[in-house]
C-alpha cells in the first residue's frame, strides 16, 4: 500500500489464519474501505464474526451469481426462496453448502 491505491484485491487473505488474526485482518480492511479504498476479497470458509465484518456479499456456484447485495440481508433473502436453514447456523457456512449442492 506505499501508492495508496484505490482498489485492492485479495486472494484468500485470511488462509491459514487463526480466528483471531483473520478478523483482525478483515477488521484492517474494512477500516480502509472505510477510508474511502475499495477492497474485494475472496474468503473460504469464514467464521460468522468475520462474515458479519463485510458489507457486501457477492456468492457464486459454477460461474453464477446466488447472492449479491449487502452481507447482513443474506439470510432473509435466501429464506424468501425457500432456502431457510432448518436451525441456526453460521451463514457463512450456510451459503458455501448452498453453493457446492
Given amino acids: 500500500m506505499l501508492v495508496n491505491p ?5 486472494d484468500e ?3 491459514g489464519l487463526d480466528s483471531t488474526t483473520a478478523s483482525r485482518l478483515v477488521a484492517t480492511l474494512g ?5 474511502g479504498r475499495t477492497v474485494v476479497t475472496s474468503i473460504l470458509q469464514s467464521t460468522s464474526h468475520v462474515y ?3 458489507d457486501a456479499v457477492l456468492l457464486l456456484s459454477e ?3 446466488l447472492y449479491f447485495g449487502k452481507a447482513k440481508d443474506a439470510m432473509d433473502y435466501f429464506d424468501s426462496i425457500g432456502f431457510a436453514p432448518k436451525f ?5 457456512d450456510f451459503m458455501l453448502d448452498l453453493a457446492n449442492s
Fill in 88 to 92: 441456526h447456523v453460521n451463514l457463512a
Fill in 6 to 10: 484505490s482498489l485492492l484485491l485479495h
Fill in 63 to 65: 460461474g453464477s451469481c
Fill in 52 to 54: 458479519q465484518i463485510f
Fill in 31 to 35: 477500516g480502509v474501505a472505510r477510508k
Fill in 13 to 15: 487473505p485470511t488462509s
